[in-house]
């Protein structure tokens, strides 16, 4: 009796030095915006994940604040203090580690909206796609409707609304949760048009047609089938939207309707130092929002790098 050997499955290190020749990491390594984008978000990434044991401060240690501390310049201005590299603000906290569990805030309300808005837009768009007819045209004026407001203002009238509906010491301990509705909901749109039209193509393609003559039920053929074709175009758009998510974040937190001041994202941080900005404390307000810019406009540039790699007519 013979036996049939069973081919042995390819290493760790196989699979890494594969992954390493692919065509997106050579596009990634021969292009030096990709390359400094991706290490500006790496640290950020890993200042944010580690700001507990990376901040030389615990912005959140009552105990540890002093009153006479506050209002330190950022070294080398004279009164500065070694200690506080970035300066103090008002309560004495530290603006350098301020800013780390700040952008890890951030960066945490960003993803979740990110996230929720795809698996929200996604299978609407596959199901809008596939079903076509009434349920196609239904939805899409939904999100016709949808897109005609900016998203800023849907945001906020879905977090006002929230608001007035749950009573306040409720809203304060689901701000985060909220908040990450309000900016996930607003964006789904995107992603529910562009699996949408995705699908109308992949619906009528023959390995569809054959899971259809078969008997594989519809929401198998969606996920199974149809889903793995068109996530492309969705990681694109969740790359890029994930900057407009953390600037919304912040532009709620600045106007006062997002996370409390307790919360130290960037949004409630610019908006601390905006009040004392014309007093000459500058660097409460310029350093948080410096912090922002460079994070977003980093995540934009990795999102149209992302895009050019996986446009064939590019290739």
Known sequence: MSVTATPARPGLGARLRAA???????????????????????LMLFGAIFAPWVAPHDPFDLASLNLMD????????????WTFPLGTDDQGRDVFS????????????GVAAVLFAMVVGVLIGLLAGYAGGVVDAALMRIADVQLTFPAILVSLLVDGVVGAVLPTDLHRSLQIGILIFAIG???????????RGSTLVERNKEYVMAARVIGVARWRVMLSHILPNVLGPVLIIATLNLGFAIISEATLSFLGVGLPPTEPSLGTLINTGNNFLFSGDWWMTVFPGATLVLMVLAINLLGDWLRDALNPRLR
């Open 20 to 42: 390493y020749d692919s065509d997106l990491c050579y596009h990634f390594r021969h292009s030096p915006v990709a390359v400094l984008a991706g290490a500006i978000v790496a």
């Open 70 to 81: 506050s209002f330190h310049p950022p070294v080398p201005l004279a009164g500065s203090v």
């Open 98 to 109: 301020a800013i780390l569990f700040g952008m890890r805030i951030s960066l945490e309300v």
């Open 185 to 195: 909901i607003s964006n789904w749109p995107q992603f529910a048009r562009t699996v």
